[in-house]
């Protein structure tokens, strides 16, 4: 089976840094996805990582630790519009491009 | 470029009612998905497809029959509406094999079965 853990809520206030964790327990990983999902819309893709590292795009950056099982998801120099939720999404070797989705992180950025 | 259009966007229901839930794609894409986004359990996978006739189920598949007759819609059939089917659907689209590329997603259809 697996396992996908993140914080349910996180508040930050516009300019600082955040950072959303994501951790989890599978076999077959085969990368891992992160979503931004504003309430009553659709999930768009932030990013992708399958090997360790840091990846950047910009004010986002998304990090892999596959020994620990382990993701974060970087956001700078916030703005009000970054108040979303955020999904972590594991890709397994079974094929078919399937994700399993943790639950979400509720972000809420303040003036 | 509409990329993934779900319709309708809203719907009630009475129990024991059917509907069909209608998905398109523009990217000719091969592989689709439903699922079900519930508060505090996130994206649960219903029926995906990975071609033109082909279906199979996913995470939480009961209650629910799919199609997949045209590569470019994927329907999602409620055959008896229940309250626990009380949710959002949202269909999603992946161009299919080789190298990994994200899920896009439509907008989805917030159903309530009354």
């Known amino acids: 089976g697996q396992n996908i853990d993140q914080p349910t809520e996180m508040t930050a206030t516009e300019g600082a840094i955040v950072q959303i964790n994501c951790t989890y327990q599978?076999?077959?990983?085969?990368?891992l996805f992160w979503y931004q999902q504003h309430a009553g819309e659709a999930p768009t893709f932030l990013s992708y990582?399958?090997?360790?590292g840091l990846e950047e795009k910009g004010r986002f950056s998304s990090f892999l630790s596959r020994s620990k099982g382990y993701s974060y998801l970087l956001l700078k120099e916030l703005q009000m519009k970054d108040s979303a939720s955020y999904l972590c999404?594991?890709?397994?070797?079974?094929?078919?491009?399937?994700?399993?989705f943790g639950t979400g992180t509720r972000l809420l950025v303040s003036p | 470029n509409a990329g993934v259009t779900q319709t309708p966007k809203f719907r009630v229901l009475k129990t024991g009612q059917s509907m069909t839930l209608l998905c398109a794609q523009d990217?000719?894409?091969?592989?689709m998905y439903w699922y079900r986004q519930d508060p505090g359990m996130g994206l649960r996978l219903i029926h995906y497809?990975?071609?033109?006739?082909?279906?199979a189920k996913g995470e939480v598949p009961d209650g629910y029959n799919v199609s997949r007759l045209k590569k470019q819609n994927f329907l999602l059939g409620l055959e008896s509406a229940a309250p626990s089917q009380t949710s959002v659907y949202f269909c999603?689209?992946?161009?299919?094999?080789?190298?990994?590329?994200?899920?896009?997603f439509g907008d989805g259809t917030r159903l309530s079965i009354l």
């Open positions: 999404a594991v890709r397994r070797n079974t094929g078919f491009q399937k994700l399993v």
């Open positions: 599978t076999s077959g990983f085969n990368g």
């Open positions: 990582n399958v090997l360790d």
């Open positions: 990217m000719n894409h091969e592989y």
């Open positions: 497809s990975v071609g033109e006739g082909t279906t």
């Open positions: 999603a689209s992946n161009p299919g094999a080789g190298a990994v590329q994200p899920q896009h």
